[in-house]
């Protein structure tokens, strides 16, 4: 492995690690909204909440479909370097006939 390769392994673990700690806060931010729906007084308030929880909602899926994609991008990286590394040792065996012949 490259450190190029290394480096831009070590960004998708530290993309994957920030987005699964701010999926925690999403959901926190969401009950708030629904503990604050018994304290609406009216139709407007409630259907603003709503509103607002909907849009959390849709983010948090947002940041799913991302981390997805990330883990995906990650775990292909990973089987090209794999795969690398497997033609890079089969080309250090050298031609296998020519093993045994005297080197002059």
Sequence with gaps: M????????N???????WGFVGIP?????IQTLINA???ATDQKGVLDLQA???????????EQAKLQALSQA??????VLRQQQREQAIAAQGN???RFQPVP
């Excluded at 490259?2 to 392994?9: A, E």
């Excluded at 607002?52 to 947002?62: A, H, K, P, S, T």
């Design 2 to 9: 490259t450190s190029k390769n290394q480096g831009s392994g």
């Design 11 to 17: 960004g998708l673990k530290l993309l994957l690690a």
């Design 25 to 29: 806060l999403g959901w926190g931010t």
């Design 96 to 98: 296998f006939a020519a």
């Design 74 to 79: 990650f775990d292909a990286q990973e089987a």
């Design 52 to 62: 607002r929880i909907n849009v959390e909602l849709g983010m948090l899926q947002n």
């Design 37 to 39: 729906m018994s304290s």
